[in-house]
């Protein structure tokens, strides 16, 4: 699975949008992209993953540069409750077990 | 539907005790995983179940042993128990084990070994 590197942490004002980014320059062509968050001692929760197209639900939406080395996580309008570290994960579809972790990004959302 | 659900939320042991973390879940997913998580650090695999019946190990296996008991269970026993395994423990599941996948996780189990 491809490396990603990630800024340590962002602030962003409540009601505004939080954008995410996450580089990972050395993604194969079958590599998704996923998006995680842990929120303070609480278990990691999904929130979106992509391969190539952009992608929307209803937690935030996603976007993948066309050359698919960067990606972009938007949270529309962020609350104090999105606080939380967020984790840009690379993975083949094929790959058995863990997502690997990386130390992500701490978003902290002030009022 | 409950999810996933770990028992117990918090434990204190004495060095070279053995205890039974417990996980099920109930969205009838095929595959199982334990993870462990240090301070400061991401989430390091430490073994995992694709399918009933299967098992393997993760990243960091060692001092501990994993049963699938059935398709909703799947616990982590630590059969003598050392201060290096303090952590914070995580069962999550999967429909499948492929990596386009998404995992869901639990709440969390968190052991100190004294």
């Known amino acids: 699975d491809a490396k990603t590197t990630q800024p340590p942490s962002m602030d962003c004002a409540e009601g505004r949008a939080a954008n995410l980014p996450c580089n990972h320059s050395t993604i194969s062509g079958n590599e998704y992209v996923y998006w995680y968050r842990q929120i303070h001692s609480q278990g990691p929760q999904y929130i979106i993953h992509g391969l190539k197209n952009n992608e929307t639900n209803e937690m935030a939406s996603l976007i993948i540069t066309e050359d698919r080395k960067s990606s972009t996580l938007i949270l529309p309008h962020a609350t104090l409750r999105d606080t939380a570290v967020y984790y840009c994960i690379v993975r083949v579809p094929r790959s058995q077990g863990n997502l690997i972790f990386g130390k992500g990004t701490k978003l902290s959302v002030k009022p | 539907n409950a999810g996933v659900t770990q028992t117990p939320k918090f434990q204190v042991l004495k060095t070279g005790q053995s205890m039974t973390l417990q996980c099920a879940q109930d969205?009838?997913?095929?595959?199982m995983y334990w993870y462990r998580q240090d301070p400061g650090m991401g989430l390091r695999l430490i073994y995992y179940s694709a399918s009933e019946g299967t098992t393997d190990k993760g990243e960091v296996p060692n001092g501990y042993n994993v049963s699938r008991l059935n398709k909703r269970e799947f616990s982590l026993r630590l059969e003598s128990a050392a201060p290096s395994q303090t952590s914070v423990y995580f069962c999550a599941s999967s429909l499948f084990s492929g990596g386009d996948n998404e995992q869901f996780f639990g709440p969390g189990t968190r052991l100190t070994v004294l």
């Open positions: 969205m009838n997913h095929n595959s």
